[in-house]
Structures are given as C-alpha cells and as structure tokens.
C-alpha cells in the first residue's frame, strides 16, 4: 500500500502561484510514476502532469504546458506540482496519484493505483 496526502493548495488570484506538495509513505517511492490530476466541479477528472521514477521524463496536459512544472524529490517521497500564472479555469480539486511502473508516463487516470485525499485550488478572476 501507498499513501498519499497532498498540500498545499488555496485561494489565489488569477496570475499568481501555487506549489501543490504530495507526500508518500508505506513503499519505496522510487518504484513508483506520479500523476497529478485535477477535477472541477460538474467535470470529470483530467490528467494534468506526471513524472517518471526517476524525474528524467514529464508529460503535461496542453492546457498547463509552459505553465505548470512536476518535478520529485524520491530522498523525501514527495513529488511537486509548480502551478504559475494561474486562470480561472484551473480551479479545481486537485489528486496525486502513484502507479508502480519503472517505464513510462501514464497519462490515463485508470492507469493509477493509489490517490490520495485531494486539495483544493481556488482562482480568482
């Protein structure tokens, strides 16, 4: 089992920034790829970013590109999401996910094992 609990999120004005933070425990979080997905209310749940175990390839939802970094630190079972120049529309729910894979980056939300709880990003027009 994993577990993983998330930070970090908030109300922010559009333009502003936000680091989302997802903390991992129970198995060696360097076995692992991690997502980040978000879902807005009356919307499904979308893929945003993720990271390969090893932080050497990243994928990225067009609609953050350029604006949204994941990024890991596997010495502190975390993985980061950067948001910067925020809009309305990313207002969202936001979840960490984790699949045990050594190759590849899942982008498909049933590809993942593990979530957690969810932090709320709030943006301000």
């Known amino acids: 089992q994993v577990q993983l609990v998330e930070s970090g999120g908030g109300l922010v004005q559009a333009g502003g920034s936000l680091r989302l933070s997802c903390a991992a425990s129970?198995?060696?979080?360097?076995?692992?790829?991690m997502g980040w997905f978000r879902q807005a209310p009356g919307k499904e749940r979308e893929f945003v970013a993720a990271?390969?175990?090893?932080?050497?390839?990243?994928d990225y939802a067009d609609s953050v590109k350029g604006r949204f970094t994941i990024s890991r630190d596997n010495a502190k079972n975390t993985v980061y999401l950067q948001m910067n120049s925020l809009k309305p529309e990313d207002t969202a729910v936001y979840y960490c996910?984790?699949?045990?894979?050594?190759?590849?980056?899942?982008?498909?939300?049933?590809?993942?094992?593990?979530w957690g709880q969810g932090t709320q990003v709030t943006v301000s027009s």
């Open positions: 996910a984790a699949v045990r894979l050594r190759v590849g980056v899942p982008l498909a939300s049933n590809r993942y094992d593990y």
């Open positions: 129970g198995r060696t979080f360097n076995n692992y790829a």
């Open positions: 990271i390969l175990w090893s932080g050497g390839n990243t």
